[in-house]
């Protein structure tokens, strides 16, 4: 008998598994497939490493102006995924080292829910006191005809690519797709994304949207507000906003256009789990409608995010041993690792208003700093906007893009955590000289 | 007759300038060189873009590793020192233009403080209701034998070096010294760190420092509790621990070992000023014993940082407008812009220690984190380091080195303002994947 049983060994599952085993819980983790989930294998870690690739490759392109100079600058993509492998097989080792340490039990293969408190793999039925769903996500593939083509690719597949293609059209311009367009492009591939709604990456600021799509003009082609219809071999045809129809021709087209909940063939049905297509239902400490089974992570459709995962797995870690603690989805951070990165953290200015807030914000650009000046060149672009209540002064939300913003935005969640008014982050010292400091500095010109 | 005279206009002095304008105050700025400070035109600023020159050939090297491949790198001195020019240049006349648009009157010159309310700049007196002293600190030069000769340097000399020297020799393991010995020798440049104390970095942890020392191994000699005892010629002479006496020859000294205030010759004793060779005296809120007059900066003694002076200037101006306000230092953070960087924020262990507190610390690598793994490879050095109250949980510090830290620590000072206790912190989240999450993860070790 098992205190805990989880289901997925993602960001969601085997941190919980960790700080469990941690804890002295008896845990075991069935994964079906590796260690790491989407995240570490197909999803976070592989792209990073391949955009730290692409990123060596444009500052070597680019070092001249610091005063560097290189000879040719060419991009090997064999080597990058060589090196991306090295990365994925180095943490999945990390990951079963931290699972040794903890003593979690680690079993291969896939489960099915017989209950409250059973699980079963292939022959075995396992009894745990609380069973943990984290079965993740999957890319969503919407009935487009000829999409079912071996060079129409999901995130999944266009991460083994082997030979660089000439041209890419990304169906989506979300998260994913952006990052794609983002590392083709920079190794000079012809990109063009093509996207339903009329901004890229729903939960950013709209102008720092249109600010980002600007900075890209010349490397990728947004094309917004347009519906994709049918792939006839290499030919996209779409529909533009103005319901004229068109075609693009690309040698890889990236399927991006969402990504799903994992719910299908687990027993979740039979065993009665209060389910629907955006996922399984939970309260705010992770419990599902059946005593002792809680649900993490992209399957519950709350947060598609590698960090909610861990977050969620830890609150319903809390709640078993009956610590008090909350999902809060205020001051969840996220960012983009495309070239420039985009992060936020809390409420755009938007949102804040849907909300019912009295807005007031301030904008910088990031040139503002003399690092970011310095790291940069004169060009560089990117921007901080500070979000907050004019009533009471409250911080609501920071967003930013350029630079390595996905390293800096963490502390705003502090800061939000904290219900820090303006004036209080106007007495907390920055370092200088960062790129950082602009947030701070944004926050004086209110 | 001005509201407020501020003398010096380094990050503390124009900084407070423009926040003083922005508040509708008549500011009159006095500079007797260049607006900037030392902090711009010959501090973290060129430093800061000279390394960012050096970090490009750095990558261009490792580039291969990653899969871009290049030709024959070089470094290219007058190309990057053109580069550090013109970013100086930029942000010069940038803090002009924040002048300009809050109304602030600059004169350039040499001012001598003629009592509580009375400047004067060369034949013209100017009266203000305030004066503020912002006038900096300068390298310390010891009195060694042939550290007159031209090619012992301080860091201002050797920001405008023409030729790369082959060989180095850093009298001083500070900040600075430390600075330009990862600049050098990144480069190719043989360089010997001589420091009088037992490690260098004084406010570093000791096994970061260690640690530090570690994976600058081959490329930097770091020669501890050895003191200089003359120059001659280009021989640095030194006793070692062991009394030993040795020598180390080299094409260029760096003297570093600490920089002094800027008290002289501007008719401060005269003015009945409070000072002594550490700086001048000022209470909580910057006020010197004289009324009116407050000092902020480099000048006081209190916190050579740039952003230290920046927030002494703004309690200076709160104090003047009514606004209680104090100069805190639990909570300054500070960067070492050394490949790897150096970063902190808070208490180290031996601090927390000898201030009393029943201390916890809780360590781990860098190398926890996917993403540090991805851009820095197996063997990138770094750690984290927690430093907390064990009797009341409050965060009291975090220290790391490795990576781009200069750019995450900040979040740290608003952890410690909002006096956050560890398990707050663990109900923050986190971006994933991110360097920055092993702050995060650390704090789970506890």
Redesign the interface.
């Known amino acids: 008998m098992y205190d805990i049983i989880i289901i997925g060994a993602g960001?969601g599952g085997y941190e919980m598994a960790e700080?469990a085993g941690?804890k002295g819980q008896k845990v075991l983790l069935i994964e079906k497939q590796h260690l790491g989930g989407v995240?570490?294998n197909w999803g976070?870690?592989p792209t990073?490493?391949l955009l730290?690739?692409a990123k060596?490759?444009v500052?070597?392109k680019?070092?001249?102006?610091?005063?560097?100079?290189?000879?040719?600058?060419?991009?090997?993509?064999?080597?990058?995924?060589?090196?991306k492998q090295e990365?994925i097989e180095?943490?999945r080792g990390?990951v079963a080292a931290m699972m040794k340490r903890s003593k979690v039990d680690v079993v291969f293969g896939e489960a099915t829910l017989l209950g409250s408190r059973r699980v079963q793999v292939e022959e075995t039925v396992y009894e745990g006191e609380n069973v943990v769903i984290a079965t993740g996500g999957s890319p969503f593939v919407p009935p487009i005809p000829g999409a079912d083509q071996p060079h129409v690719m999901t995130s999944k597949e266009i991460l083994s690519v082997e030979t660089m293609p000439t041209s890419l059209v990304v169906i989506g311009g979300g998260v994913i797709g952006v990052e794609f367009a983002s590392f083709f492009s920079s190794l000079g591939v012809t990109v063009d994304v093509i996207e339903m709604l009329d901004e890229i990456i729903p939960f950013m600021d709209d102008q720092q949207a249109a600010a980002f799509r600007k900075a890209l003009k010349g490397k990728v082609d947004f094309n917004l507000g347009c519906r994709v219809t049918a792939i006839e071999g290499h030919d996209v045809k779409y529909t533009t906003p103005a319901g004229e129809e068109k075609s693009i021709n690309a040698d890889i087209v990236l399927m991006s256009v969402g990504r799903a909940p994992n719910l299908k063939d687990m027993g979740f049905e039979a065993a009665g789990l209060d389910f629907d297509r955006r996922g399984i239902k939970t309260d705010d400490q992770q419990r599902t409608n059946l005593p002792n089974v809680y649900a993490i992570g992209d399957v519950t459709g709350k947060s598609q995010?590698?960090?909610?995962a861990?977050?969620m797995g830890?609150v319903a870690l809390n709640t078993i041993l009956g610590k008090q603690?909350r999902f809060?989805t205020n001051?969840?951070?996220?960012?983009v690792y495309s070239m420039p990165e985009i992060?936020g953290c809390g409420m755009t200015e938007a949102e804040a208003k849907a909300a019912g807030h009295t807005v007031e914000t301030a904008s910088l650009p990031l040139i503002?700093s003399?690092?970011f000046?310095?790291?940069n060149g004169?060009r560089g672009p990117g921007s901080v906007k500070v979000v907050k209540d004019a009533d009471t002064d409250v911080l609501l939300g920071v967003h930013m893009f350029g630079g390595?913003c996905?390293?800096?935005?963490?502390?705003?969640?502090?800061?939000i955590?904290?219900e820090?008014r303006v004036t209080?982050?106007?007495?907390?010292?920055?370092?200088?000289?960062?790129?950082?400091?602009v947030i701070r500095s944004a926050m004086?010109q209110f």
Chains 1, 2 share one sequence.
């Open positions: 960001p700080r941690h995240c570490l976070c870690i990073k490493t730290n690739s060596h490759y500052h070597a680019e070092a001249p102006e610091f005063g560097v100079t290189t000879g040719d600058v060419s991009f090997d993509l064999s080597k990058a995924m060589a090196w990365v180095t943490l990390g995010l590698a960090h909610s861990t977050r830890e603690d809060r001051a969840i951070p996220w960012a992060a503002m003399g690092r000046l310095a790291e004169k390595i996905s390293e800096i935005i963490w502390g705003v969640a502090a800061m955590e904290a820090l209080d982050v106007q007495e907390i010292i920055f370092p200088h000289p960062t790129v950082g400091e004086f």
